[in-house]
């Protein structure tokens, strides 16, 4: 009932650059990318989904830049704190939304997502939905293919 009724407002606040993109310490490398179009060389991915995510965004002639999100950028949700996992920033004219922000799951069906997953994924949704314009979107993709669905 509260997810269903939740509404977002914008207000002045910003982040700064260096407080969200702090680098993280991290030793183990085995689960780290090299990329080119990256905000940094590097990324930690968290998974299979992710690891073959990063590398089809990075050799995507659409894509200009993309981020891992970190832990520090989230959005408050009555269920806990929600952290989005990409933001792409996609070349004008390419495709019809030129910001995405994504979330990448091993499994589109819902009955596979964690009841409190689902319900910051909605909670999401609505604050995307309240904050931003038709150039910016946010959805929940399993593959680069079905982010390029979602943005043509």
Same mark, same amino acid.
């Given at each position: 009932?509260?997810?269903?009724? +939740?509404? @977002?407002?914008? $207000? %002045?606040?910003?982040?700064? +650059?260096? /407080?969200?993109?702090?680098?993280?310490?991290?030793? /183990?490398?085995? #689960?780290?990318?090299?990329? /080119?179009?990256?905000?940094? %060389?590097?990324?930690?991915?968290?998974?299979?989904?992710?690891?073959?995510?990063?590398?089809?965004? %990075?050799?995507?002639?659409?894509?200009?830049? @993309?981020?891992? +999100?970190?832990?520090?950028?989230?959005?408050?949700?009555?269920?806990?704190? @929600?952290?989005?996992?990409? !933001? $792409?920033?996609?070349?004008? *004219? !390419?495709?019809?939304?030129? =910001?995405?922000? !994504?979330?990448?799951?091993?499994?589109?069906?819902?009955?596979?997502? #964690?009841? $409190?997953?689902?319900?910051? $994924?909605?909670?999401?949704?609505?604050?995307? !939905? *309240?904050?931003?314009?038709?150039?910016?979107? =946010?959805?929940?993709?399993?593959?680069? *293919?079905?982010?390029?669905?979602?943005?043509?």
């Amino acid at each position: 009932m509260i997810v269903e009724h +939740l509404t @977002y407002d914008t $207000i %002045d606040d910003r982040h700064q +650059l260096e /407080d969200i993109f702090t680098v993280e310490k991290r030793s /183990d490398f085995s #689960r780290a990318v090299k990329t /080119d179009r990256h905000v940094y %060389d590097y990324v930690f991915t968290d998974s299979t989904v992710e690891k073959n995510f990063v590398t089809e965004l %990075d050799k995507s002639v659409e894509v200009v830049v @993309y981020a891992k +999100l970190p832990k520090n950028f989230f959005i408050p949700t009555p269920v806990g704190n @929600y952290n989005p996992d990409w !933001a $792409i920033a996609f070349n004008e *004219g !390419a495709v019809k939304h030129i =910001y995405f922000v !994504a979330e990448t799951k091993g499994s589109m069906s819902s009955m596979e997502l #964690r009841k $409190i997953e689902e319900s910051k $994924i909605d909670c999401a949704r609505k604050f995307f !939905a *309240g904050i931003t314009s038709e150039q910016v979107k =946010y959805d929940v993709v399993d593959s680069y *293919g079905k982010l390029m669905e979602l943005v043509r």
